[in-house]
């Protein structure tokens, strides 16, 4: 009797033939990751499809822009000379008041008619259905609007005038040089206005040529203008060249409290 081997595992294992090895490797390149396909080989879009899509992601985002962040407008009468003239294209941006903030002291602002203020001329939308077209998204300077410099804010008092003929805010004189048209006074009117919460009391800069909170003391409101009525603060002037620029609050309204 023949006794089996005591390491039957350490016997020496030779392959037959190579055709198990290399009929796993086929298998292996048969199942392995594929290629990814020719960039070239997708399908495209035709390019008049692509020219509409695009026309199309810019009139959104021409809409987001207008309803959120910047506005045109233009400046249709003499009230803000020197800072605005007359047919200034003007841009608004309405992020500073984003989140509860609201206008403040000396900001331009651009604000829907509180009720009253302009008259039929000059709420007319545009004629042209193009330029109702652009106005709609935001590229066309918009009218139906006024334009004016904040003087007060809810809470303040603002009066007119101290003995050297100044306005004052919460009994503080504002040095207005700066920005009145030459020659201006600050106010041929008098008054004494407590502005309401909510509220902002605005005059133009060219004082004997604005009808502004002034001038409808006696209308409904007493001149006070909603803030919800505000659009957003001029930043800058483009069009003219020869007038373009961006806008800052003077020095004066700091020193107001």
Known sequence: MTDAPEHPDRAPVTPTSGAPSSTVAAEQATTGPRPSPDPAARKQLPVWQEMFLLLGIALVLAIVIKAFFTQAFYIPSASMNDTLVQNDRILVQKVSYWGGGGPQRGDIVVFSDPGGWLDASETQAPDSPVARALELFGLYPTGG?????????????????????????????????????????????????????????????????????????????????????????????????????????????????
């Open 145 to 257: 609007h006024l334009v004016k410099r904040v003087i007060g804010v809810g809470g303040d008092e603002v009066k007119c005038c101290d003995d050297q003929g100044r306005i004052t805010v919460n009994g503080v004189p504002l040095n207005e040089k700066s920005y009145l048209a030459r020659g201006e006074k600050p106010s041929m009117i008098n008054f004494d206005v407590k502005v309401e919460p909510g509220y902002v009391w605005v005059q133009g800069d060219n004082r004997s040529n604005s009808a502004d909170s002034r001038v409808h003391l006696g209308d409904p409101g007493g001149g006070q203008v909603p803030v919800d009525d505000v659009v957003g603060k001029v930043f800058a002037v483009v069009w003219p060249l020869g007038h373009a620029k961006m806008l800052h609050t003077p020095a004066t309204f700091d020193s107001v409290h």
